[in-house]
């Protein structure tokens, strides 16, 4: 989608939509929020425990990612202000960014890649924790789903699954491990 964020990289081949002013407003907020959530000094912490004990780097940052991501729907959710799940979303891929430097800094060695495989794996869990929580029902998500499909081809979206499934792959081999 246009304009979210400065860094995203076009996809020629899917038509694009122009975000509105107020998913710009609502992108901001909360990725400005899901960074000062990432860095506030009591959660650092905790994030970085999730890091340590968590079956792989990629598993430890999509529990953080989703942890804020969960969270700041909450808080909007509770408040009467909905965030636009789109908007959720960009505002996850370029906060993942952030969640991976902070992997790196904390001495974990993470991959664009893995950046990658944790963001769509937050984005699952932080859909899981909304369903549970009442915030999301199935129309939501059928709603989600469909405004997700048309920013890719079928091919982009073919590789889309396929990432999803791979970090699903990633995670539950890392559970394995641990178990062993």
Do not use: C, W
């Amino acid at each position: 989608m246009k304009g979210f964020g400065a860094a995203q990289k076009p996809r020629p081949t899917a038509p694009q939509k122009q975000a509105t002013e107020n998913q710009e407003k609502q992108f901001e907020l909360v990725l400005s929020q899901g960074k000062l959530a990432l860095f506030d000094e009591e959660f650092m912490p905790h994030a970085a425990k999730l890091l340590e004990t968590s079956p792989t780097p990629v598993d430890g940052m999509a529990k953080i990612g989703a942890a804020i991501g969960t969270q700041l729907y909450m808080s909007a959710f509770k408040s009467g202000n909905l965030i636009e799940p789109i908007v959720l979303i960009e505002a996850g891929r370029k906060l993942m960014d952030d969640v991976g430097e902070f992997a790196n800094a904390s001495g974990v060695t993470v991959s664009p890649d893995d950046v990658e495989n944790a963001f769509y794996m937050a984005a699952d869990m932080t859909r899981a924790n909304l369903v549970s929580m009442g915030a999301f029902n199935q129309d939501d998500i059928e709603d989600e789903a469909m405004e997700v499909d048309g920013l890719y081809d079928a091919d982009e979206m073919a590789a889309l699954e396929k990432r999803v499934a791979d970090a699903r792959g990633m995670q539950a081999r890392g559970m394995r491990e641990m178990a062993k």
